[in-house]
């Protein structure tokens, strides 16, 4: 059974660095085609791609946020880290993670519950 | 940048059949994904690679995509087919990943 699940403040003030966790069991990051993504969505608004490591370590990020965005992954604990600079109101939303290539090409095929973070001093 | 324009809302009375369009320069040429996504659930994947279907997911759910407009098509429309629906493309030449704005499916 394959389950991510987001982790990370509820809550960050503005400028600060936002620090979220993406813990994932039922397959291994080290299977090659495999990637795991972070997309989110502001309330009541559409979907946003924001990132996505690769098994090979490979990365990619959304060209207008790559400034501010690095997501790193830790085999051996199943996780992968997004951290995101200098947060402002705009990136209230929910974050998810998100797996890539399990099952599907390139579709999100698995994705965690989500986390809302609110960014507010 | 690419860009995908879905319509903002549709409405379909139960049984009838729904259409939710994608539209997007040569999205023919691509490969469209579509999610549903039910109020404070994380999106599922109802159709991927244009028209294959995920199993798990009712026949009822199609796609088809060609020239500048993919078509998440819903046939015998069930009211707990209310949901958004997005569509997702890989643009290549921005090297990223597009959702399009999402549709409200009303079933009425």
């Known amino acids: 059974q394959i389950t991510l699940k987001e982790s990370g403040p509820m809550l960050v003030k503005p400028t600060q660095t936002l620090t979220l966790t993406c813990t994932f069991s039922g397959f291994s990051l080290s299977t090659s085609g495999v990637g795991v993504g972070w997309i989110r969505q502001p309330p009541g608004e559409a979907l946003e791609w924001l990132a996505l490591i690769y098994w090979h370590d490979d990365k990619r990020y959304s060209p207008s946020l790559m400034s501010r965005l690095t997501i790193t992954k830790d085999t051996s604990k199943n996780q992968v880290v997004l951290t995101m600079t200098n947060m402002d109101p705009v990136d209230t939303a929910t974050y998810y993670c998100?797996?890539?290539?399990?099952?599907?090409?390139?579709?999100?095929?698995?994705w965690g519950q989500g986390t809302l973070v609110s960014v507010s001093s | 940048s690419y860009v995908l324009t879905q319509p903002p809302s549709v409405s379909v009375a139960p049984g009838k059949t729904a259409k939710i369009t994608c539209g997007g320069n040569n999205i023919g040429d691509k490969s469209v994904h579509w999610y549903q996504q039910k109020p404070g659930q994380a999106p599922v994947v109802v159709v991927y690679?244009?028209?294959d279907r995920p199993s798990g997911i009712p026949e009822r759910f199609s796609g088809s995509n060609s020239g500048n407009t993919a078509t998440l098509t819903i046939i015998r429309v069930e009211v707990g087919d209310e949901a958004d629906y997005y569509c997702?493309?890989?643009?290549?030449?921005?090297?990223?990943?597009?959702f399009g704005g999402g549709t409200e499916l009303t079933v009425l």
């Open positions: 998100a797996t890539q290539g399990l099952t599907m090409n390139d579709a999100f095929d698995f």
């Open positions: 997702q493309v890989w643009d290549s030449s921005g090297d990223r990943w597009v």
């Open positions: 690679d244009d028209t």
